[in-house]
């Protein structure tokens, strides 16, 4: 069985009509109960604390969002409500990747069912990312010893540019970018290894990239643990994203990556990352690929 983590603060409230799709939370701890992929329930993770948060960000800009009252442009910038919920829910989800990365060491492989806040950057949230979730995880197991090196592959769609700025001071916490080039953000931070992707790239064009490229580094690295980003906004139906993956495509994305890894025996923990639309049934479900590639691999 494949540790899951999830927290009901993951779901926030947002005002009627906003276009980010903040029911696909729910919605994913729903599929995969459904589909039997959390027998035992899901894992509940503690709330990244203050402390934790500003081994990443600036402590003034962690203040002001644990206070909800972050500056107007920084707000605009995230693209979402700084209120109380949406604070909760971005601690909630640091810890829970936190969490999910301890029980990956624990036990080779674990997800939770939110992260990927890729584009939240040391000074400050954007791009609907408060705090950057996998560059906390990663700094507080390596500050603690629990980590020497990892590697942060990051398959959403949008360049991992908050991500890069997060790490650019920590070597043995490497980040792999495999976005859309001309995609958000306009000006990229540029991480230790970023592949620009053309527009409307296939199936078999992706894949054919990510076979090139992830097990020569994987084995140049040797890393610790892998933190994997799995959003789904590289789909062909995907509001935000510019490539033209197909469901078939995301599934093989998510099982080369969780194949090259743990047949290294590396830990791997997934965070969900980006998927845009006004499908949140279909975005939510195009989410749960990655846990069933997971439950393949550690089934099989
Ligand atoms: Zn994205």
Redesign the pocket.
Same mark, same amino acid.
């Given at each position: 069985m494949t540790p899951i983590v999830y927290h009901p603060a993951y779901q926030a409230s947002l005002p009627e009509g906003h276009r980010f799709p903040m029911g696909k939370y729910g919605r994913l701890a729903e599929i995969l109960t459904a589909r039997g992929l959390a027998p035992a329930g899901f894992a509940q993770p503690a709330p990244a604390t203050a402390e934790m948060l500003g081994l990443v960000h600036d402590r003034a800009y962690v203040e002001a969002a644990l206070a909800s009252a972050v500056p107007r442009a920084i707000e605009r910038a995230i693209g979402l409500p700084v209120d109380a919920g949406v604070t909760r829910r971005a601690r909630a989800s640091a810890g829970g990747t936190l969490a999910a990365a301890r029980l990956a060491l624990a036990h080779g492989i674990a997800g939770s069912a939110a992260g990927g806040s890729h584009h939240a950057r040391r000074e400050q949230g954007a791009g609907f990312c408060v705090f950057n979730d996998v560059a906390v995880a990663a700094r507080v197991l390596q500050r603690e010893g629990t980590i020497g090196r990892a590697l942060i592959v990051d398959c959403?769609?949008?360049q991992g540019d908050g991500t890069a700025d997060c790490l650019y001071a920590c070597p043995d916490l490497f980040t792999l970018s495999i976005h859309a080039e001309k995609n958000y953000p306009a000006r990229k931070i540029p991480g230790d290894l970023d592949i620009g992707l053309a527009d409307g790239l296939t199936d078999a064009a992706y894949l054919a990239v990510l076979a090139a490229r992830l097990p020569p580094l994987l084995d140049a690295l040797r890393p610790d643990l892998v933190f994997y980003n799995a959003?789904v906004?590289p789909h062909r139906d995907d509001r935000?994203g510019r490539l033209a993956l197909t469901d078939a495509g995301l599934s093989a994305r998510d099982r080369l990556v969780v194949r090259e890894t743990r047949a290294r025996g590396i830990p791997l923990a997934a965070v969900i *990352? *980006?998927g845009y639309g006004h499908d949140v049934d279909a975005i939510a479900a195009r989410h749960a690929l990655v846990f069933e590639a997971i439950a393949a691999e550690a089934g099989g």
């Open positions: 959403d769609v949008h959003g906004d935000l *990352g *980006g």
